[in-house]
């Protein structure tokens, strides 16, 4: 079963404008990472928060997490259409690596 | 250096044949994880191992589904009697391992499977 749920399922923006996304999920957890897949291909690791912490960046990344509401947003500013591709978050919930529960993922599109 | 490699890329079996995916992960990584990823979702968990062991195959659909990692570093998922329902994308992942403080996970491409 999968834990999270993001929001939209699909997103359309130009490019050089900021895109958001949203995660929500159910149970507790030790940390969040987010994860991009260009078409046909592997999963990307973009950026991990830890269940203590409140907001990371990473260069055009910015992550929020809030424990309480149990849900994440991904910002990505300044896009381009490379950024182009499907974006999932996943939780590890116990934090001794074990496994990732994802979401079903949304869909960016950055038109140039 | 090498990323996570996975074998073949693409896989098309008549529905009762066995199949035998291959990964190979980053090298010194401990842990090794099996998720599925049907068409549209997000992956599912199948199995995970620490070395050679299997410390969770909580996420393997059915008894049809055996993974193995004999020497703690190539890891084989192994299908018997395929069924249509089996057609997905397999992907493997291998991390560092907790006891390095590292959680990321990092990815193979995958094998797709279809079961015709």
């Known amino acids: 079963s999968q834990q999270g749920e993001e929001d939209p399922q699909a997103l359309s923006i130009q490019e050089g404008e900021n895109a958001t996304m949203n995660c929500s999920y159910k149970?507790?957890?030790?940390?969040l990472q987010w994860y991009r897949q260009n078409s046909g291909r592997g999963l990307v690791h973009l950026i991990l928060?830890?269940?203590?912490?409140r907001e990371k960046h990473s260069g055009r990344l910015r992550v929020t997490l809030d424990t309480s509401k149990k849900s994440s947003s991904l910002l990505i500013t300044a896009s381009r259409a490379a950024d182009t591709a499907s974006y999932f978050c996943a939780t590890d919930r116990t934090g001794a690596n074990s496994k990732l529960t994802f979401g079903k993922g949304i869909t960016l599109s950055v038109r140039p | 250096g090498a990323g996570v490699s996975q074998s073949p890329r693409y896989k098309v079996a008549k529905r009762g044949q066995d199949v035998a995916l291959r990964c190979d992960p980053i090298s010194g990584h401990v842990s090794l994880f099996w998720y599925q990823q049907a068409l549209g979702q997000g992956p599912e968990f199948l199995t995970y191992?620490?070395?050679?062991?299997?410390?969770?195959k909580s996420g393997l659909p059915s008894d049809r589904f055996f993974a193995e990692r004999p020497e703690g570093s190539v890891s084989t998922l192994k299908i018997q009697r395929t069924q249509q329902e089996d057609s997905a994308v397999y992907l493997c992942?291998?991390?560092?391992?907790?006891?390095?403080?590292?959680?990321?996970?990092?990815f193979g491409p995958g094998t797709r499977l279809t079961v015709t």
């Open positions: 928060i830890r269940s203590n912490e």
């Open positions: 191992f620490q070395n050679e062991a299997q410390l969770d």
């Open positions: 992942a291998s991390s560092i391992g907790h006891l390095k403080n590292s959680y990321e996970q990092y």
């Open positions: 149970t507790s957890i030790n940390n």
